[in-house]
């Protein structure tokens, strides 16, 4: 059956990424259980024939990829005994595997998935998954650890049972084991990966049910903004988390109450500010990971990947927090009705790209009864997505809260991620402490940072040399240092007088050929001499030159053009 629009983009931008990282997610935990191979092997066997998921390869070649599932496999589990080393070299031996992992490449005919097990002797083990996002979402990878780690306790527990040749084991007590085992045999789920590519596919096509979705993404995507940094290009990950007092999350979880919404909307809300402090000019447009897991029988227990990220146009400015926090709730439940509309088909209908940013709340609750079975330490998920700008909430089976800010450091460097990860503390105690007061985003910053922004970056300034336009402050400089280096792009290198001279030709041969005082001009040049010519030219010229990136995609390139009404395009 086919892939789903959302895994055909996962597969293609794990394609476009060089370094092969971006959708190769590695989820490791450190378990403090004494590994036994036998009853491993049987549980992961067993998941395995139960999952269709489990046992797919891709078929990329044709009109559009398709999902193959087999009835058997080669089960992808590999053992490496770390038992003799000490422990230093066997945590030194977890990363080494893990950094070759991460860029090791997909074969797409045989299982986009696999398991390493690294035995550390009587303290335990390493499980690590690898895995390619389009193949599992979060919640299927909490089912699989979580049946997977069941069965394999009720077999060790049969098995040593079995083995203890003593008075104290009885054959009633070795019998009630072995029905707890037989009872947790892992059984063949009957949901079809396929109904979840039905359900979509009837979504595009306006089919029973979803009639008029297209029109109604025509009409939102006329308000959509792209902020400033989307076209910031990409670069790595960087990470940082915000724990959540258990004191705060009861405050947040008493508020949702008082206002009739999920706890979600909650921390959709803060996403939301947190983005607005960054772009303050327009509405928070932003994509939310929707899920769409048919309900049918054994859904919720199935394995597959049934996401999709669909975006939201949110007004943060002039909103007290109780009337913004209801407006996302509104928004999400409108955005339910749509979760099975492809976001890919969202981006052609608005003509921009939607990978800014991304909000993703989860509660895995199912990780509960595990967690009371089996010691483990050291869980760690690592994984990269073509967003730059992710807001995650994890709810832990305790209840525990924390958010997770990761951002692309072609866009964001360290040191304002932390001053983000402090706006998030400050939106939650403004949310909190005076739910219906208007939002104010001077009062989002910390008072150090208030006080600068107002006092510092606001303070009048009076530059050295008086001129009454960039053009004449430009000729002074000129006039005054003619032969010093203006301009210097690492081919060639432009003196003052030179720039001057230049600019002033083109600026005249353009004026001759059209007027253009008023008027918009594009420059579709790279970072050059010659653009900073051009600029200088446009400007002399009376218009207003606007820059085209030739990075950009076609669509946003043909979007700027027709919006500007351009009278020429310089290249």
């Known amino acids: 059956f086919p892939l789903s629009y ?104 045989q299982p986009l998935w696999c398991v390493h097990v690294q035995i550390l002797g009587e303290q335990g083990f390493y499980f690590h998954l690898s895995f390619h996002h389009m193949l599992l979402d979060g919640w299927s990878v909490a089912n699989l650890n979580t049946t997977l780690f069941t069965r394999y306790m009720a077999l060790c527990e049969e098995a040593n049972s079995a083995t203890e040749a003593n008075a104290k084991t009885t054959a009633t007590e070795q019998a009630k084991t072995t029905e707890k085992a037989n009872n947790s045999q892992i059984q063949v789920n009957p949901a079809r990966l396929s109904h979840y590519i039905a359900l979509e596919q009837n979504a595009v096509e306006d089919g029973e049910d979803n009639q008029g979705l297209r029109a109604q993404w025509e009409a939102s995507a006329k308000d959509f ?14 990470e940082t988390y915000i724990d959540i007092a258990p004191e705060e999350q009861a405050n947040l979880t008493q508020l949702a109450r008082q206002l009739g919404v999920q706890e979600k909307s909650l921390y ?71 979760r099975y509309f492809p976001v890919s088909e969202v981006q052609k209908i608005a003509q921009c790209d939607l990978s800014a940013s991304v909000f993703n709340y989860t509660n895995f609750h199912v990780y509960g009864g595990l967690n009371q079975a089996l010691s483990v330490s050291d869980v760690c998920l690592e994984e990269k997505t073509n967003f730059l700008f992710e807001t995650s909430v994890m709810h832990s089976p305790t209840g525990d809260a924390r958010v997770r800010l990761k951002v692309d450091d072609a866009v964001f460097d360290q040191a304002l991620l932390n001053r983000l990860a402090g706006y998030v503390s400050n939106i939650i105690q403004a949310m909190l402490s005076a739910p219906n007061n208007h939002i104010e985003l001077s009062r989002l910053f910390d008072e150090q940072e208030r006080q600068y922004l107002l006092h510092t970056v606001n303070a009048k300034q009076v530059h050295p040399d008086t001129f009454n336009n960039v053009i004449e402050g430009f000729q002074q400089q000129a006039a005054q240092f003619p032969n010093k280096v203006a301009v210097d792009d690492g081919t060639h290198v432009l003196t003052y007088q030179a720039l001057d001279q230049l600019s002033d030709t083109l600026a005249q041969s353009i004026s001759k050929k059209q007027p253009l005082v008023g008027e918009f001009v594009g420059l579709y040049m790279t970072r050059s001499c010659e653009l900073i010519v051009s600029i200088l030219a446009v400007i002399k010229a009376g218009g207003a030159y606007v820059p085209l990136d030739p990075a950009y995609p076609e669509d946003r390139l043909a979007y700027m053009i027709n919006d500007a009404d351009m009278a020429l395009i310089l290249t």
């Open 225 to 238: 903004h792209t902020p400033w940094w989307l076209t910031r290009g990409s670069g790595n990950t960087l």
């Open 6 to 109: 959302l895994q055909q983009g996962m597969i293609f931008h794990h394609m476009m990424d060089e370094e092969g990282e971006t959708y190769h997610d590695l989820f490791s935990v450190k378990v403090a259980h004494a590994f036994q191979e036998i009853a491993f092997e049987t549980a992961l066997n067993e998941l395995v024939n139960a999952q269709e998921a489990l046992r797919s390869t891709l078929l990329l070649s044709g009109e559009r990829p398709l999902q193959k599932v087999h009835e058997k496999v080669v089960l992808p589990l590999t053992l490496e005994n770390l038992s003799t080393l000490p422990e230093c070299a066997q945590e030194q031996a977890m990363a080494t595997w893990k950094a070759q992992e991460l860029k090791r490449d997909f074969d797409y005919d």
């Open 268 to 338: 959709l809300s803060v996403h939301s500010a947190l983005l607005w402090m960054l772009d303050s000019q327009y509405p928070v447009l932003t994509s939310v990971v929707t899920n769409g897991r048919p309900v049918t029988q054994g859904a919720d227990t199935k394995l597959g990947m049934f996401l999709n990220t669909l975006p939201m146009n949110i007004s943060v400015q002039g909103n007290s927090w109780a009337k913004l926090i209801q407006t996302v709730e509104s928004s999400s439940v409108s955005l339910l009705e749509k």
